[in-house]
Structure formats: C-alpha cells, structure tokens
C-alpha cells in the first residue's frame, strides 16, 4: 500500500439551491386500489417499455409493486409515504384510506406510486414526487375512475428519448456540495497524506438547504429515537451488517431511518483511497420496505451469493461494483424477525402509542441470537457532545461557538462537561442501552479519582476536544474562495461574518459522521504506514497493533471488547491485514493490575 495518497474528491450530498433541481424522470406509475372481492389490485398503470431509445429495461409492475407499495398494517392508519426498491428502481408510493360505503367495508384505500432509475442515487430522489404524488391520492380518492390527471402527471415525468444522456450531476449519497478543506499532515515516516475531513477545520458550500420530504430531514428525529444506539448501529453499518428494521404502520419514518443510517455509514469519497479492496464493501445497500414476498430474495442473499444485478435488487452502473451483502431494511411483517439467518443485527422500534409512556421507550437491538446489542461508555459521552452542540445550534436557530468569557446560563449548561467518575458512572448510564463499565475501567475510574482527590480527569478532557472537534465549524458554511474574490484573505480569526452562513442540523449530522468515520480509518491506514518500510512496502502477513492511544484517536472505547472486535473487523474487511487490538490496561509502581 502506497504511503502516500490523493484525497481530493469532495463530500457529496443532494442540496436544494435555489430552485435548479428538477425532478426525476420516472419509468412507471400505477394506481393501486383495494378491491373487496380481488384485494389490492393495479387499476392504472403506465411504464416504459424498453424500446423508447433509454438505456433503460422495460419494468414489470404486476404481482410486484402492488405488494411492495402497501405493507402489512396500512389499514390502521390514515395516510402513509412507502418507499421502497424494485429491479433498477426506487419506488415510491402515497397511501390514502378514506371513509367509504359499507359495500366498500367503509374504507376507500389506494395507493399512487411511481418507480425511478436508481442512477439517480439513493431512492432516485423519488421524494421530489412526494408532494404531487400525495395530491394525486387524495384526488382519486374522491372519484378512483377519473384518471386523467395520472395520465398528464405521467406525460409530464415520463422518461423520454432526449433523457437517454442525462444523468445527474450530484446523485443522492454520492457525497457535492458540502465541502471540507484539506489539511496536510506530517506521517511518523516522513511523508504526506492530505485530510479532508477529520481534521478539516470548516465547511464550504453555497447555502445548503435540503428540498421537501427528504429523508435526510429526519436525521435529529433518528438521533432522538434511539440516542446512543446510534453508534453501535453505525459501526454496524460501516461493517456492511444486514440490519432490519421491524416496526409498525406507519413506515415513512422508518424508511426516512434507513436513508438516515445508509448515509451517515457511507464511505466519504476521500477514504475510497485508503482502502486495499477497491469499492467492494463500501456502499450499504438501502431496500427500505420489505415484506414476506422479499424472503426468497433474503434467503438468497443470506447464503452468502453476490448479485450485482439481483431479481428485485440491482444496482445502477455507477454503484453495481460497490455492493456487497450489507443492506438495511424496514418491515411490518414480524415473520421476518423469526427467521434469524436473514439478517445480523435486528431492531424492533417501538409502537407509536410508546410517545405517550411516562418513560422513554428505546428501540431494541439485538443479534440473531437474541444477545442485546448496547452502546459503550464512550458512545454515551460521544453521543452527549453531538446532542449538545446540536441544542447550542437550535437555540437561536444560529452556530454560537462557546465563549467561557461571554455566554448567558443556557449556554453555560449546554456547554457543561459531563465526566464519568467512580462516583456517578453507575448513574448516568442507562443499563437498558449501555453495556456496564468493566472492572478493570471501573478500577481505574476509581484510582484516578482517589489519586487526583475527586477532581475531573485529564484523560476525558481530552476525549471530549476529539470530540468536540468533530463539531467544529459544522454549523458554519464560509463562502467559496470565488465568492471571496473581491476580498483580501482573512485569518481564521480575523474572518468576516458576511462570509459565514448557518448549514441546517441535518446536514451537520451527516458531516460529523463522516468526520468520524474519515477519523477511524486515517487512523487505521496511519497504522499501516507506519508499519511499511521506507519504499512504502511491508509484510501482509504481520500482524499489525493497534494500541489503546490509537482506540482513543478513533473515538473509541479501549474498555470495551465490542469495539476492539470491531477494530479487528474493520481491518480484515478493508484493508486485508490482520489485527491485534490492546485495551487499556492498570499498572501501579510498573505492575499491571488489570
């Protein structure tokens, strides 16, 4: 492996500037209707039929999107927004269940759907449907015969001769606009790699805005739902698990949760070139809603089969040569969570009627096994930090950086350093959702706060500036330098406040994960430098160390055996080198206690 890299492509995501971005071209449209006697049935359709001059195959819709675009439990609830995937297209499908005759069983229920090259990107920006789609049902709902606004929706969107060349320019999870200055940095062997966003210090892009019914818009509601599993579930992810989703009608926030993981567990672009195995393992594949008709596709893939053009699941060409067996996907059909060899890790979220509990109700995640899968103690930390800044950004809808000198008291206790001490670690942590501190943490917990008599510990002052950090200048976007072209440059410390302008949350969550994740493998590819040679080679086959000082630049808990496993894994899987992986450990006077 070449000690010396090119990292230059930029994180990419799908922005709303201005009003430039036109919808997608769609293959097909159907109308789904209820049909007391035949069950749900395709009363309209229309689709491309694979000779229109496209590069695009004719789509099959029956005996398909019928059962994709309504899952199981649709008719407990009163509207939902399905999305889900199909051969080379995103389907997206908005449900309606309107009061009817008592010959119709009193319920009129329907769906619209439409189906989207994948080329696109993630869910072929089906969402920019989602509006006009949802207008469409509500309509038909009011006369199912009268059609003819479907026909002029599909004469308007259809894919056409003239859209044989087009293909967008910034796809979904293709990490375009959103920016992060490089910063060179010296390596222990005396050469050079570029960082473009771990130890990036801002952000450029033109005003980000993400457009409506983007499912990236749930991202704060995704960190809420399930607080520090959000962590164990990305390490998942950026390990390429199959994680399923189990949960109830309605399955537009599930969906939007799937985006939410897909995208914060992408490989940034600027890693690709770290990594010994090309473009493998570096997409997690979305399939949002699945029901008991995907079983034999599941089945399949379970049995450990690569497809890059599987039945109901291929890829477009651009990331046909990235997938491997990872996906993420949502269910109603709790069958599926009894057959324990489709997927890794499965979560069940809980019932929306859980939001009126008197405590919290978490999702649970566990393995095949049953075991639970928890948080560490440095997720919880971590995950604090991130909900801090996040709450200091929504105060005023404005990114204050923390001033100990000038801040009023809500910024005092947003900024409070939460430090886990011998005395209140068992406190603070939720056993439900974090694995309990280990003996030999606890034990140096303890000694540490003997020996500094109760005062806070400099390890953890430490932890948390890795920490915060990864926030720094997330909230605030600098103009791009052609912007800048009239003006002299400034310092860092010395910068305009015209120059500077607010980045929504949801696009600040997004960065920070890739932060993380650029963080957790410039480190292991660091590793692995400083192990070659002068000539930049080195034994494959040695083993390589990963010590607690390295587990801590990761952002990772060297107590936990959790994520020295998954040190270990990410490893083998991206880079083809076998780790040992050392945790902390206690020595009084030389002698090493735990």
Excluded at 31 to 40: E, P, Q, R, S, T
Excluded at 321 to 350: F, H, Q
Excluded at 374 to 387: C, F, G, S
Excluded at 465 to 490: G, M, N, Q, W, Y
Aim: overall charge negative.
């Amino acid at each position: 492996m070449s000690s010396t890299r090119n990292r230059g492509q930029s994180l990419r995501i799908d922005l709303l500037e201005g009003a430039a971005q036109d919808r997608p071209r769609i293959a097909a449209a159907f109308l789904i209707y209820f049909d007391v006697k035949a069950g749900y049935t395709i009363s309209w359709k229309r689709s491309i039929t694979g000779d229109c001059g496209v590069n695009e195959r004719a789509v099959e819709l029956e005996g398909v999107v019928e059962f994709k675009s309504l899952p199981s439990g649709l008719h407990n609830v009163k509207e939902d927004l399905v999305y889900f995937v199909h051969g080379q297209y995103a389907g997206i499908s908005a449900f309606v269940n309107e009061p009817a005759a008592v010959s119709e069983r009193n319920a009129l229920m329907l769906a619209v759907g439409v189906l989207v090259p994948l080329s696109y990107g993630r869910l072929g920006r089906g969402w920019r449907h989602a509006h006009g789609l949802k207008d469409l049902a509500k309509l038909l709902a009011e006369d199912t015969a009268r059609t003819q606004p479907l026909e002029d929706f599909w004469e308007a969107h259809r894919i056409s001769d003239n859209d044989a060349s087009i293909r967008p320019e910034s796809p979904v999870g293709s990490p375009s606009s959103l920016q992060l200055r490089p910063i060179r940095k010296q390596l222990t062997n005396g050469n050079v790699r570029n960082r473009n966003i771990s130890d990036a210090t801002a952000l450029e892009s033109p005003s980000p805005t993400l457009s409506p019914f983007h499912p990236a818009l749930s991202l704060p509601n995704f960190l809420e739902t399930f607080g520090p599993l959000v962590f164990p579930l990305y390490k998942a992810a950026l390990l390429r698990k199959r994680i399923l989703l189990i949960g109830q009608a309605p399955v537009e926030l599930t969906c939007n949760y799937v985006y939410d993981l897909s995208i914060i567990s992408n490989i940034p672009t600027p890693v690709h070139n770290l990594l010994s195995i090309g473009t493998y393992h570096t997409r997690l594949r979305p399939l949002f809603a699945v029901g008991v008709h995907d079983i034999p596709i599941l089945e399949h893939n379970a049995q450990g089969h690569v497809d890059t053009h599987p039945t109901n699941w291929a890829v477009d060409d651009e990331e046909s040569e990235s997938e491997g067996n990872g996906w993420i996907a949502c269910s109603t059909d709790d069958v599926l969570a009894m057959k324990s060899r489709l997927y890794d890790v499965l979560v069940t979220m809980p019932p929306a009627y859980s939001k009126q509990a008197k405590e919290k109700v978490w999702p649970k995640v566990e393995s095949p096994q049953g075991s639970d899968v928890k948080a560490t103690q440095r997720d919880l930390r971590r995950y604090r930090t991130l909900q801090r800044g996040l709450r200091r950004h929504q105060t005023d809808g404005r990114y204050l950086p923390f001033d100990a000198d000038n801040h009023d008291e809500e910024d005092t206790l947003l900024a409070q350093v939460t430090q886990e001490t011998y005395n209140d670690a068992l406190f603070t942590s939720d056993e439900k959702l974090i694995e309990p501190m280990s003996w030999p943490a606890l034990a140096y917990s303890s000694f540490i706060w003997w020996a500094s008599a109760g005062e806070k510990r400099a390890d953890l002052d430490e932890e948390m500036e890795r920490d915060v950090s990864l926030l720094d200048d997330l909230f605030a976007i600098h103009t791009s330098p052609s912007e800048r072209s009239h003006s002299k440059r400034r310092s860092s410390n010395d910068r305009n406040p015209e120059d500077i302008r607010t980045v929504m949350p949801e696009m600040a969550v997004i960065a920070y994960f890739h932060r993380l994740t650029t963080s957790i493998f410039s480190t292991l590819a660091d590793i692995i430098d400083s192990s070659n040679d002068d000539d930049g080679t080195g034994v494959e086959d040695e083993v390589l160390t990963v010590s607690s000082e390295d587990m801590a630049r990761m952002g990772l808990d060297m107590w936990s055996d959790g994520d020295r496993k998954f040190v270990e894994n990410l490893m083998e899987m991206y880079f083809g080198r076998k780790a040992d992986v050392q945790g902390a450990k206690v020595e009084c006077c030389g002698v090493r206690i735990c």
